[in-house]
């Protein structure tokens, strides 16, 4: 027996006009059949086409530097952990000047507030490259004050 698992993603949409529409549509838990499809480009399996009453909008399909949680609630008392989110669906509005255009490792570069700016580059810094015989002599040091005696005492 094979269960479905539930796929989340977060929908991020700059433009306002169809962020209310689209906010309007989920509280009133309309029907929208028709009203909304979301085809994605075959060569591109990233990019797409989100149409929304008849108006078109390219969306991007972008990784999250770190996974979110997503849960869920049938008594708002308890809360039950329902899926791990890892990506975000980009509406591209391009009157919109402050969202940047998606990056071309298609990794959201700020993640899903402020404090996740850059967090994938700031936590995951390149190793330090320390040359190989200055690294033979600092572990040669190491060994011989492990053993109970130096260079200094070793030249005397």
Not at 5 to 26: M, S
Not at 73 to 102: E, F, H, R
């Amino acid at each position: 027996m094979s269960a479905d698992l539930e796929q989340h993603f977060i929908l991020r949409v700059p433009n306002l006009d169809l962020a209310n529409k689209l906010r309007g549509w989920l509280r009133d838990q309309a029907n929208i059949d028709g009203q909304m499809s979301l085809v994605f480009e075959a060569s591109h399996a990233n990019e797409g086409i989100l149409t929304a009453d008849g108006a078109q909008h390219r969306v991007v399909l972008q990784n999250l530097p770190t996974v979110v949680e997503s849960y869920k609630t049938l008594d708002d008392a308890n809360l039950v952990k329902v899926a791990d989110i890892g990506q975000v669906l980009l509406v591209v509005d391009p009157s919109v000047q402050n969202i940047p255009y998606p990056c071309p490792q298609q990794e959201c570069p700020d993640g899903v507030t402020p404090p996740m700016r850059k967090a994938r580059s700031r936590h995951f810094q390149p190793p330090i490259n320390i040359p190989e015989p200055l690294m033979k002599d600092a572990v040669n040091d190491v060994l011989e004050k492990l053993a109970g005696r130096s260079r200094t005492m070793a030249a005397s």
